[in-house]
């Protein structure tokens, strides 16, 4: 078995690694008594290794199993850093994502509760004495692959998707540039991994980008803002002076994209109905003229109209869910009937950092019809608090 590790860095200098590749896997399966074996190429630059057996590359056709390895989600990272209390796990997960290597990087104890991550930041992310300093695995994160250029219009790109521009023309206006001078760009960030490209699936023309990498975030939000204070030793009063925008840019996003995953991987099949994607989307209030973000709906799309499965909202509050949350849930629910989608059945979900208030527990169990999840269940370290057609709750 041969196996070639960051195979992209490789061909930087020799690039007729793939088509030496491929001859020795054609003499393999053509030539009589050729040698058989196995060869595993890795590689962590994702626009290199995306290509590789694309279109009429050398090993196209030629590949017997194509692996791509994701970050730990946020349950599975708790264990692996040994972190029992789910507000510290999400605070850790939202800052470092789930790359497993980080823990072994890190100069102190994981934290154990929410007051602990006060400690643990500035003394790793924020410190630049240390590896874990955001700001140098930021910079490696974006240099590792060899088709990223460093422009500073690259690096500009990057901080206004970080600080809320989730379209070309939200960019274009926050940096001053036509967008049709961003295709590229935004191409090539998004060929490289550091940006996410979706679309709303209600409305097909609306683009949603994001910054892929928390840690990327994270340096764009927290670190960059407070970099004098960073920089002369004052990491704790960085962090400090940043906890409100960790909190809303950082902390609810990320609970948002945890609470779509729980969805996805870790919740019960039936919640999701036959519902084929799990996202986020927006509707229209034409009425109150306004419109609305879900932060989780579970549908089926089908030639302009969605069955929809689940409505759901997940925010970092510091307070309970209440009542009036469900009652906003329902007005949502009616506008995407209104607007043609089949809601009829739709279940709705509430989560929640800081749990529910208790006529809330106690109306949804009546309704039979909503899922409240807190923390701990997101975090894989508990059940819903309540779950929809049981009535004792979990």
């Not at 409240?372 to 997101?378: E, G, P, S």
Request: net charge neutral; aromatic share 6%; proline share 6%.
């Amino acid at each position: 078995m041969l196996v070639i590790d960051e195979l992209p860095y490789w061909m930087a200098h020799s690039p007729e690694l793939p088509g030496l590749l491929q001859l020795l896997y054609d003499r393999s399966q053509t030539e009589e008594g050729a040698p058989g074996g196995r060869v595993i190429v890795c590689g962590s630059a994702m626009s290199v290794m995306n290509e590789l057996l694309s279109g009429t590359k050398a090993l196209r056709g030629r590949a017997a199993i194509d692996l791509r390895l994701h970050p730990f989600d946020l349950s599975t990272t708790a264990r692996h850093w040994e972190i029992g209390d789910p507000a510290a796990a999400l605070r850790v997960h939202a800052i470092l994502g789930g790359a497993p290597g980080y823990r072994n990087l890190a100069n102190v104890d994981p934290p154990q509760s929410a007051a602990e991550v006060d400690v643990w930041a500035p003394a790793t992310v924020l410190d630049p004495r240390q590896a874990l300093f955001s700001g140098s695995e930021a910079e490696y994160l974006l240099r590792e692959d060899p088709k990223f250029t460093g422009s500073a219009l690259h690096y500009a790109i990057i901080n206004a998707v970080a600080n809320g521009a989730t379209s070309p023309s939200k960019i274009g206006g926050l940096l001053e540039q036509q967008r049709s001078s961003l295709t590229r760009p935004l191409e090539a960030l998004t060929s490289a991994g550091h940006l996410r490209y979706d679309t709303d699936p209600l409305w097909e023309r609306r683009p949603m980008i994001t910054v892929a990498d928390p840690v990327i975030r994270f340096h764009n939000l927290i670190t960059v803002a407070q970099r004098d204070l960073v920089e002369t030793g004052q990491s704790a009063e960085a962090w400090r002076r940043s906890r409100p925008t960790f909190v809303a840019r950082v902390l609810g996003p990320h609970f948002e994209s945890c609470a779509r995953s729980w969805l996805r991987a870790r919740a019960d099949p039936a919640l999701r109905g036959h519902a084929g994607l799990v996202t986020s989307t927006v509707v229209n209030d034409r009425k109150g003229q306004a419109k609305h973000e879900i932060d989780v709906v579970a549908l089926d799309k089908r030639a302009g109209r969605a069955e929809i499965a689940l409505v759901g909202e997940a925010k970092a509050t510091l307070l309970r869910r209440s009542v009036g949350d469900l009652d906003r849930l329902d007005r949502l629910k009616a506008l995407l009937a209104e607007q043609g989608h089949d809601a009829g059945k739709a279940l709705l979900a509430l989560f929640s950092m800081e749990g529910f208030q208790p006529d809330l527990v106690d109306l949804a169990r009546r309704r039979g019809d909503v899922l409240l999840v807190d923390l701990a269940a997101v975090a894989g370290c508990g059940d819903p608090v309540v779950v929809p057609g049981v009535t004792g709750g979990v």
